[in-house]
Each structure stands twice: as C-alpha cells, then as structure tokens.
C-alpha cells in the first residue's frame, strides 16, 4: 500500500517537473551555444546559459501556474481575473521555489560543483556529479514546497 502511494507520487512529481527540466535544458544549450557561437567566450556562453536555464524552467512554471490561475478564477471580469491570477502563481511559485532556490544558488550548487570534481576525476565526471547532486536537492526541497503548497494553499 505505502509503495503504491510513493509510485504516484513520484509519478506526479515527474509529470511536473521533467518537461521543466527538459525546456530548461533545452534554453540552456540554445543561450550557450548561441553566445559561444558569436564571441568564443567561455564565461559569456556560461551566463547565457545559466539565464536560458532560468528562462526555460521558470517560463514554463509561469505559464502553467498563470493558466490554472486563470481558470480558477474565471468569473470575475478580466482584470479583476488577471490581477488574482498573477497574485495566486506567484504566491505559488514562491512556496515552491524560493526556498529551493535559495538554498541552491547560494549554497549546495557553488559546493557541489566546486567540490566534486577535487575529489572525482576526471574534471568533466566531478562537474557532472556536482550538478546532479546539486539537482537532486534542489528536487528535494522543491518538491517539499509543492507538496506544502497543495496542502497549504490549494484547499
């Protein structure tokens, strides 16, 4: 019983976040290559892709917060239903995210990446391990926001 419970949850969970990630990932290649493609710049390319990350993963929340919003509060006249709408996806997006974000820009995701790869060679491998082990807390935390967000604010 408590297995099929964790299978939908991590089914929902995937459902949420992996186009995320894959339209994230999908900026964050596009913003780096294209920027490395004009300037051979190493560090211009690695801005472009942090910020295409963002773009994309965000963007996607964004749209998907704003369109349930939108229709929950379908009755009113449009401005009243756009104003509530953009209130509730960012008091959303916050209780999801921010402390996630908080904690990985600042934290876990400059060590792990600084940090990993000194102690997993070759460098390429380490970054790597650093990054998937800065997402994977990041999840954590991110899903912990969503679940509170369902059970806090969605009643």
């Keep these: 019983m408590i297995t099929k419970k964790v299978n939908i949850k991590r089914k929902e969970w995937l459902r949420r976040y992996v186009p995320a990630e894959v339209l994230g990932t999908i900026t964050a290649l596009a913003g780096a290559w294209s920027v490395y493609a004009h300037s051979h710049s190493f560090i211009g390319a690695a801005a472009a892709g942090w910020f295409g990350e963002g773009v994309g993963f965000y963007g996607y929340f964004i749209a998907v917060e704003l369109l349930i919003s939108t229709k929950r509060y379908g009755n009113y006249f449009i401005l009243k239903r756009v104003s509530l709408a953009i209130a509730a996806a960012s008091r959303n997006l916050i209780v999801e995210f921010l402390p996630a974000e908080i904690l990985d820009s600042f934290i876990i995701r400059p060590f ?15 970054f ?19 679940e509170a967000k369902k059970y806090w604010l969605q009643k």
Excluded: C, Q, R, T
């Design 112 to 126: 792990a990446m600084y940090e990993a790869p000194h102690l997993i060679h070759p460098y390429p491998v380490g």
């Design 128 to 146: 790597l391990v650093g990054k998937f082990s800065a997402d994977i807390i990041f999840y954590v935390f991110a899903i912990m926001g969503y």
